[in-house]
Every structure is written in C-alpha cells, then in structure tokens.
C-alpha cells in the first residue's frame, strides 16, 4: 500500500459522486470518515459490503461519522448498482455518497489501488481499502483485504470506538477489546499524572518484571 | 504504508528470534503464516496481543498457519517480557517466535514502521501491522493499526479462513461472512463452468439489474 497512509491528511481533492461534486475536506468537516473503496459495481462480494455499510449507518452516525464509497465506475453505474444493492438488503438505503473515478486517478491518490488485481481490460482497480479519517483529516488506520475477502462491519465499528476512545483520553485499547471494556492508560501518563488524569481509579498489573506498565481503567 | 503490499512475496532475510536465526523462507516452507509487528516490549497493547496470540494458538495451527511476532527490541529483552506475557494471560505459552530488530532494518523491508510514532529517542518504531503471507510466500493481507488500537484475533482467524477458502475454490466471501456461512462464486467464473465446479448447486440472487453476479454456494 505504497502512498497515503496513516498521520498523513487526506488531499482535498475535488469529486464526484452520486450526491454531487464535492471537495474532500468540506464533505469531512470537521467528523470522523470512514472512506472506503470496492473494486466494482455489480460485483458480489462489494454488493453485500455496501448493502450492510449501509444497515449499519445508524452505528455510524451515532458515533459522528460519515461514509464515503469509491469504485472506478461512473456516477449512473453507481445509481443503477444502489438499485441491487438496495434489493439484496432489504430495508436498507445507501444514503451515504459513492465517488465515481473513471480516470482511476482519485484512487491513486488515496492509496486505493489493488497491486494484484486488474480489470477485463487490464485496468488497476480499487482495492477493497479503507482509511478511517478523523476530525484532524489525518488517516488513524488502514485495512487492505483482498478483493476476495469481504470486510466485517463490526471490527470497522469496534475500531471507531477504539480510536474515538484514544482521541479523547490518554489510554489505548487492548487487544479484542470492545465498548464498554476496560482499557489501558498509555505508557507516555507517568503514575502521578494518572491519579490525577483518571479519579475514578485504575488497576496496575502486577507482572514478574514489576515494570507498571499495564494499568486498566475504565473511560 | 509505502513498500512490500498484497501480491509481493515476502523477501527472504534472514532474522534473529527468541527461537534462533532462521531465514524466512525457511521459516514459511509452504505453510499459511502471520507476521505481525508490535512498537515495544513492556508496553501494555502489545502485551494483551501477544497474550492472546498465544491464547489462540491452537485455532492458527488448526488451519495450518504459523505465528512470527517483530519488535525492535532484542532477544534478551523479548524473553523476559514474555514472563510478563505469560502472567498476565495465564494458560499460555508463547510458543511462536519473536524477532529481535534493535537496527530497525527488518521492520522497514517488512513494511512494518509506524509513519506517526517515534520512540523517547526520536527512532521509528514499528507499527501494529499484520500481514497474512500464502503458502506461495505472498502477502495476501494487511492491517495497519495505530498504536492506540489492539488488534482482534478473531478478525484474524475470520480473514485466515476466508483467505484460505478463496486459495482453494473460485469463491469470494461476502461482507461479515464467518465460517459454515454461504461464500459467493468469483464473476470470473461462468454459469456453464459454475455448474460443473459446484456440483452441490448455487443459487443466483434475482436483483432489479437481471444480472447474474451474485451467486451463493456453499463450499
């Protein structure tokens, strides 16, 4: 995944997508966006992905973050294809904007380009990437699947939480960690500056090497 | 994420570990394997996923995969750290091996240096990346997660087998598929071939398109 990656801002690129043009950074505002790309329309594994980004909407949008899609394909594809999608969901709306990038330039740009895949015509396409965006506009993490492995709605959720979480406190979150678990105070807090950063207490684990490094709390 | 990606055979250099110097080809043979980087010993994230990815161990062998940790720390430092592991999730042995990277060399042609964190010296760390590597030595999955956001095995163990389902069949599998579940058939594959590959029958989704991509079987 040569390119864009994370602590870099995302380009303010201008696009088009099935709400309209738009600039990259107006549509981010100042939310956390999840910007993610799937090889094509009327392709299996994109059509279950984008019905189901769409049936967790709701998760997304009650932690304050947008979705943005992005194939290669034009803007009346992307239409005729939410018609599928829609279909196989049911109940669901794709109420969030699909960039059309026909030039394959704005994928490039975003570090979304499969390095092992091409099209019927031996074109690049998009990978199955995604870039969680936070309010900065900087990239907090990367997922690059395979175009044969359809992603997991619930990890995309879990990970939002995690890094909303750290943007907020000065703690991290431990491994299959999800909301509502305790987390860990990062190493940077000295033990002070935790007692008074975290009044509700914390828990230091006591480890052979007696080093305090594993402290859990609760945020 | 700039360097080594999906596609890219994993360069053959030759590591020090907790387990000796080996080279990786050597390490990988024809076996699934997992490398996954960590920034530090003693730090609190990194301690929860090791301890887990010890904890399902069982579950990687049973797919035939093998476990290779990296940090930048030596060996003698990854040794006793793996006392505080083992404490701290009790039951587990950590029986994969570590790779010592104190010149930071390793982590870079892995891809593996975290372009947003720095250690108390200024020194690039490594990420809190994953890359799933085939039986051919090619990478076929990344993750790259801050440091802020411990990994989830059990998104691990699901792409593990989704990758491994798609290495066997012409099939894909959809947006949070689990093991035991319908996968998709490839759009490369025709109906006519379809019939005689998957003798057991599939059923083709009727979408508002009338095209016949969307094609579940079970495998």
Redesign the interface.
């Known amino acids: 995944?040569?390119?864009l990656?994370?602590?870099?801002e995302i380009p303010n690129l201008e696009v088009e997508t099935t709400h309209g043009k738009f600039k990259l950074h107006d549509f981010i505002g100042n939310q956390w966006t999840i910007i993610f790309s799937h090889p094509g329309d009327?392709?299996?594994?994109c059509?279950?992905?984008l019905?189901?980004?769409a049936k967790y909407s709701a998760e997304f949008e009650k932690r304050g973050a947008k979705l943005l899609g992005l194939s290669c394909d034009g803007v009346q594809s992307h239409n005729?294809?939410i018609?599928?999608i829609e279909?196989?969901t049911p109940g669901c709306k794709v109420n969030y904007p699909i960039i059309a990038d026909p030039n394959r330039d704005i994928m490039k740009q975003l570090n979304m380009v499969?390095?092992?895949e091409k099209d019927p015509n031996g074109f690049p396409t998009p990978?199955r990437a995604l870039h969680i965006v936070g309010t900065d506009k900087k990239v907090?993490?990367?997922?690059?699947?395979?175009?044969?492995?359809?992603?997991?709605?619930?990890?995309i959720v879990?990970?939002l939480d995690?890094?909303q979480k750290?943007a907020k406190n000065k703690?991290?979150?431990?491994?299959?960690?999800k909301q509502g678990e305790p987390v860990?105070?990062?190493?940077s807090v000295t033990n002070d500056e935790a007692k008074k950063m975290f009044p509700q207490g914390f828990e230091t684990?006591d480890?052979?090497?007696k080093?305090e490094?594993?402290?859990f709390t609760n945020v």
């Not at 703690?171 to 960690?177: F, G």
């Not at 860990?184 to 190493?187: D, E, G, L, Y």
Request: net charge negative; charged share 20%; glycine share 6%.
């Open positions: 995944m040569p390119g990656t994370i602590g870099d009327f392709t299996p594994v059509t279950t992905e019905g189901l980004m005729e294809w018609k599928d279909a196989h499969d390095p092992d990978s907090k993490l990367s997922f690059l699947y395979p175009a044969t492995t359809g992603r997991n709605m619930d990890e879990r990970v995690s890094l750290a703690v991290a979150t431990p491994a299959n960690w860990v105070i990062s190493p684990k480890l052979p090497s080093k490094y594993l402290r």
